[in-house]
């Protein structure tokens, strides 16, 4: 380019005067001659970030910005925060695009971000937290190694110690997210997390401006706290367990241990950390009081405090309860040493103190929204001082304002004033019932009726569909029955104030149980369950028993009730599933003496087509049951089966083995069943003689009605059951009995397979044997009957005949025609029995008189039409 | 010898036949035993608590000696017993009263040494695990719970103890009907049948509920196969189910999961099973009033014996001494075995007597074995002894010097028959060897 120049300007001296000399002034730039070529070359870089030359990309997961996770690993811990955050929500990208890649680089990428908890840029932190939380978490939920957390803690620990208050906070806040994710790891730092909680709430005047950073770490510590063990009140844990789940009882089972951690550090740091939270606490009162109204922020601080303070409560007593309930025998996981240093000494007095401001903001009456929320921390309050109430001996007037306060609470008179305030007050509520018992049967006998009075009130008013509920009636068992873990009563039952609200409560059981209807089969659960622990454990002849015999008039409608038109109403019991239904029944059992009012309502239901036969064994089972133990009359037991045989319907329609009959056969084959149960229970009952006078009686009356042949054929089958060889039938049943057996034989004779037939099915002759063996076993028993019935059925033939003179309805002569058939096939069925034709020989005059009839009939004019 | 015993709620006396060979032996009149209320009593006599009619207040207990049929005993408790139990070595039978009260007696001395509340509704089954350490009692109210007899008789333990029960299981919703416990002690599993239909199976070691099994029929009766591999179960039905305790059951056959098969005789429903000491043998009693014995191993009937035409309710297996034969079927030691017959202990008392209780606070007894040797050995109790231990201090020292005396003499008389004793024996001995070595010197001669 510019070299060019002064080597053609040095040689042309030596060409001489050819040309004329140009005389140039130094310094000076010659313009650029004109066909000079521009030879510049202008360089730009060109980013190819497909075309790499250090690594083939191709099949590499990459990011939007097509960067790999190890680039963009680097690029979390560039100087830019700008970049640092781009990296983050690059690998979230990655991530969520290609999930494989974190399960197999999750140790690389924990390693890096780890480092960014503790980043100075507010904006890169929130973006690693939403990160962790939203992607790589839910993502690694299942396998997590300890080293994994491990790796992460130390970072988070060196965040908590940070400088800068913002990223300890955000810290708690990251600490948190891992326990909320893994549990476990908070008993592994337990110890360190509390001392750091400690500190930060020492120093709390300092957060007292920002408030709601303070917030986010106290939600961090109740979690922490709510995950220490502590006396759970479950409503019944023999509800809902599961021992389903082990294939073989002996087998060597791999026990894990139980992750033992050494409580008695966690205890040391909460000892020290419950005197600061309560402080804090009192920290917050001056803003609160003079103040018209509270803050948010301020509120949620003051709630999570209280909660954290309401849990380590909780978890002191659970130590004190551990400690006694393990006796020794197991080893205990506290100290001696600890136990009287808390339990007498420690806690009471900064407790007590801090008790003290209870009722908050009873004298400002502020705007309705404030209110319920001093209403929700006086909740809490309460809650810690019922927690803590059976170590502390708080003053009578402190006792005063609490219990007023919880009367007041169930009797309605502190209501929320907002919308949703009727959810609110039902869930506090909730969470402070399980400790009306406890405190009825502590509390003075004043306080004690009073308390009382506003539960039963309360338990009234509550609505069927509640979920109080549920808690009125774990308190009301608790009430009610000897507990559980104790084994005796809390409250005493010979007082008659308290046995009048005993009783109110009982009475009020099958009532709730009838207005919730199939609505809520859990709590019917519940309230089966309560009653029939009731039945198990009220003492014999005390008022409570008697109490619970009287409840069967009111449980009958809980079964179904006879309106006055004669229809039939069926009450939940029908609806509810299986295992409520059980539990009613057995219910049944503890019943002193059953009403036979309740046993009509019961066999309306047994008699219903909807219930399960498996249910309808249950009743027969525990009614015989019931019997033997002397709760039932044996008249009102047989008057029972009979009436469930002679009714039960069977569906109608012929036996024939076709696939579309299935159902029906199934229906008699329950018939069956139904008739063997009952026949296995009479037999079982001792003095046949006895019963059989009962059940012949009963069945009488049962017979006139005309009951279907199914059900005739079973009531047959129970009077062959108890009947003996000379037979125990009375003149006038047998007369009684001649009469429908005579029919009963017609009907059955259309089973009976024709003769000619050789492949005759099977079916029908078990069917047809089902039918008949009980005639004949009567027949073989008694002559009598044997020469009634035959006589009942020739007359039957003849009687048209003597009527009327000559019936032109075809109809008829077809049905009479049908009936010759019935009764010579009948005839000729008993002739192949053995036993039976011998009896037939001894009444050949009714043979030869029904034979007459038919000839009589054969050459009548009718017949030739 | 291994017998068979069986009673009925029927007057139709205690049937006993001989396990292996058929035979039956004595049939012990006048006995209508209610469920679980047969026991055998330290293989010395057998003892049954009475069903009595509702009106009557007390209860009965019969004892019959081994070889009487005549009751020999009668006690009468304060409240009608249900079930009864004795304890293997029979220091102790221990009664459930209808109250829901357990009773529980020193055999020797027929004293009530304790009668504690221990059931809301009247106690149905009782049986002591194998170790006799814990006592388990199932209820009308399908309650069961565990005492450990430790606590039972320890006062102040008691009080200070929040349940002076062990365990209290109440899954079951009805009467417990029969339980049965296996090997272990303290760490056996329980099974216990009831009439909502189930049996469950309970540890004793973590006091929990292990597995509820339900069946097609009320259960009777329930028997744990010796290697806790199965358990049989006596339905209401007829049959007696198996269902497994150990293998694996995946999928849920005809019957319903965890039963694995029946052993069925189209009989009328089992009221009570037993086995045999060798684990083979499976006994049960039906409502027919027949009594079979299985084989479990191929789920034959080996045989069948008929007691009445009531029902059967219990059966028993046990050990019957052989001397209490003898009178039977060797007639020349008649004599000696009347001699020999044990005789039975005094009736059970009817209450706690709390006057003397105090005092005898450290009853001693000592059974009475029924190996033959020791049979004489009368009952060392503490009454005795006190007696003679005050018999001898109000003896005068003259009469007590009088008696060393008597006894040095004793002493001196018989150190002079050992030394002539040891003479003799020196003689003979030194006989003998010469005897032996002229012999020997004589053969090889």
């Known amino acids: 380019m510019a070299r060019s120049k002064p080597s053609s300007s040095k040689k042309q001296p030596k060409r001489g005067v050819d040309f004329k000399k140009i005389k140039r002034k130094i310094g000076r730039k010659l313009p650029p001659p004109k066909n000079a070529t521009n030879t510049e070359i202008k360089s730009k870089a060109i980013i190819l970030p497909e075309q790499s030359v250090a690594s083939e990309r191709a ?3 990459v990011s939007k910005k097509g960067l790999t996770l190890k680039e963009l690993l680097q690029q979390t811990s560039h100087h830019n925060a700008k970049v640092r955050r781009d990296a983050l929500t690059g690998i979230r990208d990655l991530v969520l695009k290609y999930p494989a890649e974190l ?3 999750k140790l690389a990428i924990i390693e890096k971000l780890r480092e960014r908890i503790s980043d100075e840029d507010k904006v890169v932190r929130e973006t690693l937290y939403q990160l962790l939380k939203l992607v790589i978490f839910p993502a690694l939920k299942k396998d997590v190694p300890g080293s994994l957390i491990s790796l992460m803690m130390a970072y988070i620990f060196n965040g908590m110690t940070h400088l800068a208050t913002d990223i300890r906070l955000m810290a708690f806040k990251f600490f948190d997210l891992v326990v909320q994710h893994y549990p476990s790891s908070f008993f592994m730092y337990a110890e360190k997390v509390l001392q750091n909680y400690e500190d930060i709430l020492r120093k709390n005047h300092i957060y007292l401006q920002d408030r709601s950073k303070l917030k986010n770490a106290l939600v961090g510590l109740v979690r922490c706290l709510s995950l220490l063990p502590c006396n759970r009140r479950t409503v019944d844990p023999s509800y809902g367990k599961n021992t389903e789940t082990q294939g073989s009882l002996h087998a060597y089972e791999l026990e894990v241990p139980k992750e033992h951690t050494d409580f008695s550090s966690i205890i040391k740091r909460l000892e020290d ?32 405090l209280l909660r954290s303070i309401d849990l380590s409560v909780k978890f002191f007593l ?12 197991t080893k205990p996981t506290y100290n001696e040493k600890d136990m009287p240093v808390w339990g007498e000494i420690a806690t009471p007095v900064f407790l007590r103190k801090f008790l003290e401001v209870f009722p908050l903001n009873q004298l400002h009456n502020t705007s309705g929204k404030d209110e319920d929320k001093f209403f929700i921390l006086n909740i809490e309050i309460t809650e810690i001082f019922l927690h803590s109430n059976e170590w502390i001996f708080t003053s009578a007037i402190l006792m005063e304002r609490f219990l007023e306060f919880i009367e007041n609470l169930l009797s309605g008179k502190i209501r929320f004033n907002s919308r949703s305030g009727k959810a609110l007050q039902e869930k506090h509520l909730t969470s402070l019932l399980p400790f009306i018992p406890r405190l009825v049967s502590l509390v003075a006998n004043t306080w004690k009726s009073r308390l009382l009075q506003a539960f039963t009130m309360a338990f009234k008013d509550c609505k069927p569909e509640s979920t109080l509920n549920l808690a009125f009636l774990s308190a009301i068992e608790e009430m009610l029955l000897p507990s559980k873990r104790q084994g005796i009563l809390l409250l005493d039952a010979s007082e008659p104030e308290i046995l009048d609200h005993q009783i109110t409560w009982i009475r009020e059981l099958p009532v709730l149980l009838v207005r919730l209807g199939d609505t809520l089969s859990s709590l019917s659960k519940v309230i089966l369950h309560l009653l029939l622990r ?7 002849n005390s008022s409570l028993a008697w109490e619970y015999d009287i409840m069967q008039h009111t449980l009958g409608e809980f079964y179904s009730m006879c309106l006055d038109d004669g229809s039939i109403l069926y009450g939940p019991f029908m609806k509810l599933p299986k295992d409520c239904q059980e539990l009613s029944v057995c219910c049944l059992y503890y019943f002193s003496s059953l009403d036979s009012l309740l046993l009509r309502s019961l066999v309306y239901c047994c008699l219903c087509d909807n219930l399960e036969p498996s249910v309808l064994f249950r009743i027969i089972d525990v009614l ?3 019997y033997k133990i002397g709760h039932l009359q044996l008249v009102d037991l047989i008057s029972f089966f009979v009436t469930l045989v002679a009714r039960w319907k069977v569906l109608p329609g012929r036996l024939y083995t076709h ?9 008699r084959e329950t018939f069956k069943a139904i008739t063997g149960a009952v026949c296995s229970c009479l037999r079982q009952m001792g003095d046949d003689a006895l019963i059989f006078q009962i059940v012949q009686r009963v069945i009488l009356d049962e017979i006139p009605l005309n009951p279907p042949i199914d059900n005739l054929c079973g009531m047959l089958r129970l009077l062959v059951i108890l009947d003996s060889r000379p037979t125990k039938l009375s003149e006038q049943s047998i007369i009684i009995l001649s009469n429908s057996i005579s029919e009963y034989l017609i009907d059955a004779a259309s089973y009976i397979p024709e003769n000619g037939d050789e492949v005759t099915d099977s079916n029908q002759i078990s069917i047809c044997q089902y039918y008949l063996v009980p005639c004949f076993f009567l027949f073989d028993r008694s002559d009598k009957l044997l020469n009634l019935v035959l006589d009942l059925m020739g007359s039957s033939i003849g009687e048209d005949n003597s009527s009327l003179a000559c019936n032109h309805d075809t109809q008829h002569t077809l049905d009479l025609s049908s009936r010759i058939v019935a009764v010579v096939s009948i005839l000729l069925y008993m002739h192949q029995d053995i036993k039976i034709r011998r009896r037939l020989s001894s009444c050949k005059g009714e043979i030869t008189r029904i034979l007459q009839k038919m000839r009589l009939q054969l050459i009548d004019p009718c017949w030739e039409q | 010898m291994e017998v068979v015993i069986a009673s009925s709620p029927v007057d139709a006396g205690i049937g006993c036949w001989d396990l292996h060979s058929g035979a039956e032996q004595l049939r012990y009149r006048s006995c209508t035993s209610t469920p679980h209320g047969l026991a055998c009593v330290g293989q010395r006599f057998l003892a049954s608590s009475q069903l009595r009619d509702s009106s009557s207040s007390s209860g009965s207990i019969l004892y019959w000696s081994w070889s009487k049929p ?3 005993v009668k006690s009468f408790p304060a409240e009608p017993i249900h079930p009864l139990v004795s304890n293997s070595d029979g220091m102790y039978i221990i009664g459930g009263g209808s109250s829901g009260a357990i009773y529980f007696w020193e055999v020797a001395s027929g004293r009530l040494l304790k009668r504690w509340h221990a059931h809301y509704r009247a106690v149905t089954c009782l049986f002591l695990s194998d170790d006799e350490s814990l006592l388990v009692s199932g209820a009308e109210d399908g309650c069961i719970r565990v005492w450990s007899l430790f606590m039972v008789f320890d006062d102040i333990g008691m009080e200070m103890a929040k349940n002076p029960y062990e365990y209290s299981f109440s899954e079951h919703t009805l009467r417990v009907t029969d339980m049965v416990s296996g090997y272990g002690g303290c760490n056996a599993i329980i099974v216990s049948a009831s009439e909502d239909r189930t049996c469950k199976v309970w540890s004793l070691s973590r006091g929990k509920l292990l597995r509820s099994i339900d069946f097609p029929s009320i259960i009777e009766a329930v028997a744990l196969d010796p290697g806790e591999h199965v358990f049989y179960a006596g339905a209401r039905d007829g049959k007696i189910y198996i269902a497994s305790i150990n293998a694996e059951t995946t999928s849920s056959n005809s019957y319903g999961k965890h039963i694995i098969g029946t052993l069925s005789d189209n009989s009328k429903g089992v009221t009570c099973l037993a086995f045999s000491k060798d684990g083979i043998l499976l006994v049960s009693g039906s409502e027919d009033g027949t009594i079979r014995v299985w084989d479990a191993k191929t789920h034959n009937i080996v045989r069948i014996y008929r007691l009445a035409k009531g029902p059967v309710n219990n059966v028993l297996v046990v050990r019957r001494p052989l001397y209490s034969n003898r009178q039977t079927s060797e007639n020349s030691h008649s004599s000696f075995s009347r001699r020999h017959a044990p005789l039975l202990p005094p009736p059970l008392g009817k209450y706690v007597n709390s006057t003397d209780e105090n005092v005898d606070s450290g009853a001693v007894s000592v059974p009475q074995t029924p190996s033959s040797d020791i049979m004489d050995a009368p009952y060392l109790s503490y009454h005795v002894l006190t007696k003679q231990i005050s018999e001898l201090q109000q003896q005068s020292s003259a009469a007590t010097g009088m008696e060393v005396d008597r006894l040095n003499l004793d002493c001196k008389r018989s150190v002079e028959i050992v030394q002539k004793w040891k003479e003799m024996f020196a003689y003979l001995h030194k006989f003998c060897v010469d005897e032996l070595l002229g012999n020997d010197q004589t053969q090889t001669q």
Do not use: R, W
């Not at chain 1, 659970?318 to 025998?329: A, C, E, L, N, S």
């Open chain 1, 59 to 61: 099949g590499l997961a």
């Open chain 1, 103 to 105: 399960t197999l680089h």
């Open chain 1, 273 to 304: 950390i419950l005197p600061i939270l309560v402080n804090c606490f009192q920290d917050f009162i001056p803003l609160v009081h003079p103040m018209s109204s509270l803050d948010a922020q301020s509120f949620d601080c003051m709630l999570y």
């Open chain 1, 318 to 329: 659970y130590g004190i309860d551990k400690h006694q309930t393990d006796f020794g025998v």
């Open chain 1, 534 to 540: 009731l039945g198990q454990y009220a003492p014999m």
């Open chain 1, 624 to 626: 015989h049951s019931a």
């Open chain 1, 659 to 667: 696939v579309e009959n299935a159902k029906k056969i199934s229906n």
């Open chain 2, 70 to 72: 005549q009751v020999e």
